[in-house]
């Protein structure tokens, strides 16, 4: 069955620090994986993905994350948090079936809390 | 630009009323639309997804029915409200722009805040 585990709930870091994210997915074939973030009261914002190429994907505001398809990992990271960081952050990879919906399998989200 | 709209930003009805949240997408045509559903600030639930006028296809047996009248509206119904409705609704959009894709991302609304009393 195909899945998306995001294994901390929540990840503390202190701004200026380095943060990673984690995601490990489990799909058949060649997985197409995307980033979200989310924040109160907003809907989903749409960070990076990775569908080819070059294993560290570059996104918005300074996001990259990198794919590993010997661990399927796909965890985001930067090199310096912001405060502005603190948010819900949601991996998700797509349904491979056989039909034209085009699904998302998402994981249970991780909350990133920036300490000033 | 494509852009993607849903209203009420809040709603707060009693246990037993209908419900009517609308979505509405600008700047693409045919596009693949869904309705999820979120509970508690964490996990995203599939509710409902259309792929073209008229198409609904539900993903978990519920309250809830979806409809898409136009080819860029998209909307979520419920005859009787019960509590287990309450949540965070959210839909999103997949552009059908040059034919849909798998390497393109879904593109979310705002969502509405959907308190039952």
């Known amino acids: 069955a195909q899945s998306v585990a995001q294994p901390e709930d929540q990840v503390n870091v202190a701004e200026g620090n380095p943060l990673t994210v984690k995601c490990t997915y489990s799909?058949?074939?060649?997985?197409?994986l995307f980033w979200y973030v989310q924040y109160p009261n907003r809907g989903l914002q749409f960070l990076l993905k990775?569908?080819?190429?070059?294993?560290l994907v570059k996104g918005s505001y300074g996001f990259e994350a990198e794919f590993n398809k010997s661990q399927t990992s796909f965890h985001l990271k930067k090199p310096s948090a912001l405060v502005s960081d603190s948010a819900l952050y949601f991996c998700?990879?797509?349904?491979?079936?056989?039909?034209?919906?085009?699904?998302?399998?998402f994981g249970s989200g991780t909350r990133l809390l920036v300490r000033p | 630009s494509q852009t993607i709209h849903q209203w009420p930003a809040t709603l707060v009805q009693p246990v037993g009323s209908p419900l009517s949240l609308e979505c509405t997408v600008e700047?693409?045509?045919?596009?693949?639309l869904y309705w999820y559903r979120q509970a508690a600030g964490r996990g995203l639930q599939l509710l409902f997804y259309?792929?073209?006028?008229?198409?609904i296809s539900s993903e978990v047996p519920q309250n809830l029915s979806a409809s898409r009248p136009q080819d860029r509206q998209f909307i979520l119904s419920s005859k009787k409200l019960l509590l287990s409705d309450s949540g965070f609704y959210l839909c999103?959009?997949?552009?059908?722009?040059?034919?849909?894709?798998?390497?393109?991302?879904?593109?979310f609304g705002d969502g509405t805040r959907l308190s039952i009393l």
């Open positions: 998700a990879v797509r349904d491979m079936s056989r039909d034209s919906s085009y699904k998302l399998i």
């Open positions: 799909v058949s074939g060649n997985p197409y």
């Open positions: 700047g693409t045509s045919n596009p693949n």
């Open positions: 259309s792929v073209g006028i008229g198409q």
């Open positions: 990775y569908i080819t190429g070059d294993n």
């Open positions: 999103a959009f997949l552009s059908g722009d040059r034919g849909h894709t798998s390497n393109q991302p879904q593109h």
